[in-house]
């Protein structure tokens, strides 16, 4: 897997994803607020399969919401993971 990904949000903001820990221990992942100079997602590397999945989502959700809460945004990545999940989507080695 590619160490780090670049993509932007609706309003053009440039995000890095890295997949690397974020500096809090209790955080499989973390979002900057897209009003850093240079906002980055981090991720941890080596989470199970499906959390890795969920987390993904739930950090590239912060990145194109920012507004929005932890729970309305867990809620979101949490279900569409499941539904991804059960349907085959898997990450290719």
Not at 20 to 33: E, F, Q, R, V
Not at 57 to 68: L, P, S
Request: net charge positive; hydrophobic share 35%.
């Amino acid at each position: 897997m590619d160490k780090k990904v670049k993509f932007k949000t609706a309003s053009n903001k440039e995000y890095t994803l890295l997949w690397k820990n974020p500096p809090y221990d209790d955080a499989d992942g973390l979002c900057w607020s897209p009003e850093c100079k240079k906002p980055k997602i981090m991720i941890r590397p080596n989470l199970l399969p499906r959390r890795k999945l969920s987390v993904t989502i739930e950090e590239v959700v912060h990145a194109f919401w920012f507004d929005k809460s932890e729970t309305e945004v867990r809620k979101f990545s949490a279900t569409l993971s499941k539904i991804l999940y059960q349907y085959g989507w898997r990450l290719n080695k």
